[in-house]
């Protein structure tokens, strides 16, 4: 659901927010990332993230349909709290709230990345829970993600996302956060997207 856009007639709107979305402000100019934070993901967070993954959009462009079961969940993602696979999943928190679920790994540590094994640079994935959707969240979202998590490893420069092309908010959101089309060739049925370190802080 969309929050109401501000009063008609009223034209005043805090110095760069977006004129429909106030969370959008970060992602174009504004300090809004900082009310954004993440923290690791827990085994305890495991019923939620099953939750938010079994509903649409994610089930769609997430999970490819199937709604993952418990034991497929700990299969996956109790590796990863772990440390046994090297990829970080994050919770992002709004208002001290979960509202997304976001993860990073360097391609170096999946060569079968559609950008390859590339030297210092990573690759992103996320969703947002079903309650913090359709309020223009992503890009800011994405945009503290970037800033807090994937780009404080210094020797990262470049980070990829690869949405499916018809997945439209996602790559609405994710161009809103500075993300562009990745030169070389793009594999089919994927639109190969990065942003990088510099373009990230000239955001911020
Ligand atoms: C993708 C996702 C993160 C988008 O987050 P969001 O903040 O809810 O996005 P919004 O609904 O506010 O839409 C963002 C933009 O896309 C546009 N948009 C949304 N749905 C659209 C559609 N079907 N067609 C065209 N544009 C669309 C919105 O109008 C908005 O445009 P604007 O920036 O010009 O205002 C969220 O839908 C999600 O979690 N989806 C499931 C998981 C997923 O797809 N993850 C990404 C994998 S790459």
Known sequence: MRKAS???GDGRRPAGTHPTHPERASAEGGGATRELTFRRLQAGDLPLLGSWLALEPALRWYQGGKAP?????????LPRIRGEVA???WILMRQEQPAGFFQ???LRDFPSHPAG???RAAALDYL???SAQGQGLAAPALLAFLHQVVFAAPDILRCYADPDPANLASVRSLRRAGF???????AEGVMLLSCTRRRAFAQS
Do not use: D, F, I, N
């Open 104 to 106: 990073t790994y360097r």
């Open 6 to 8: 501000p009063a008609p």
């Open 180 to 186: 562009r089309k990745s030169p070389g060739p793009q």
């Open 87 to 89: 990829v970080a999943c």
């Open 128 to 130: 947002l829970a079903p």
């Open 69 to 77: 079961t418990a034991a497929e969940l700990e299969a996956k993602y």
């Open 117 to 119: 094994p590339r030297p």
